[in-house]
């Protein structure tokens, strides 16, 4: 059975760093990019950080630009799990942050598309969330 667990949310003061964990298991964790998103209170989903496959796409990184030089994506193939490292943390970086999983042949032909809301309903596997909450 396809799983994708988060772990690592929590409550944070502003400026504070949490490390979200994304543990996969039932699928070819190698041939697939991995994605975050979060979705805040009232607003719209939002890709946050992805990163591409080993295999075809070398671990490519994305960020959204809210976050660019504050988060970093990884993975740890051995582990079959990819973490998000969230430093300097934000009030607005408050939500329920997702991985998502999908074939890296989509995420490759527009990594800002498939990296992006509009682009998640093609993620193939989701899991249940980890809730972030960063108070002022």
């Known amino acids: 059975e396809v799983q994708l667990v988060e772990s690592g949310g929590g409550l944070v003061q502003a400026g504070g760093s949490l490390r979200l964990s994304c543990a996969t298991s039932g699928f070819a964790f190698d041939d697939y990019a991995i994605g975050w998103f979060r979705q805040a209170p009232g607003k719209e989903r939002e890709g946050v950080s992805c990163?591409?496959?080993?295999?075809?796409?070398?671990?490519?990184?994305y960020y959204a630009d809210s976050v660019k030089g504050r988060f970093t994506i990884s993975r740890d193939n051995a582990k079959n799990t990819v973490y998000l490292q969230m430093n300097s943390l934000k009030p607005e970086d408050t939500a329920v942050y997702y991985c998502a999983a999908t074939t890296d042949a989509k995420f490759t032909w527009a990594p800002n598309y498939y990296c992006s809301a509009a682009g998640s309903p093609s993620y193939e596997y989701w899991g249940q969330g980890t809730r972030v909450s960063v108070s002022s």
């Open positions: 990163i591409t496959s080993i295999t075809e796409s070398a671990g490519r990184t």
